[in-house]
């Protein structure tokens, strides 16, 4: 069992930046990689970034690629999205998520296993 705690959301102007954590406890943070997903409102829920397990390995969305950075530090247990040059469109809930194959960045939503609560992102024009 792995539970996931989000922080770092909030309201910022168009162009800002935000850093969103999500701090894991219970079973090897290691063992999973790490997915941030968002959901705006009305819409489906999609993935906005991947990690594999070392950090090797990242992937992103084409709307957020060259403004988003996921990175991890395993030995905080933490997984973070820093989000830079922020527009109204990026407003959402932001989750994190874990899933059981460490070394892929590809996996499917349904192939995460376990999600955080979300945070708030607001993006003002």
């Known amino acids: 069992q792995v539970q996931l705690v989000e922080s770092g959301g909030g309201v910022v102007q168009a162009g800002g930046s935000l850093r969103l954590s999500c701090a894991a406890s219970?079973?090897?943070?290691?063992?999973?990689?790490m997915g941030w997903f968002s959901q705006a409102p009305g819409k489906e829920r999609e993935l906005v970034a991947s990690?594999?397990?070392?950090?090797?390995?990242?992937y992103y969305a084409g709307s957020v690629k060259g403004r988003f950075t996921i990175s991890r530090d395993n030995a905080k247990r933490t997984v973070y999205l820093q989000m830079n040059s922020l527009k109204p469109e990026d407003t959402a809930v932001y989750y994190c998520?874990?899933?059981?194959?460490?070394?892929?960045?590809?996996?499917?939503?349904?192939?995460?296993?376990?999600w955080g609560q979300g945070t708030q992102v607001t993006v003002s024009s």
């Open positions: 998520a874990a899933n059981g194959r460490p070394g892929r960045i590809d996996s499917s939503e349904s192939e995460y296993t376990y």
């Open positions: 219970g079973r090897t943070f290691s063992s999973y990689a």
């Open positions: 990690i594999n397990w070392s950090g090797a390995l990242t």
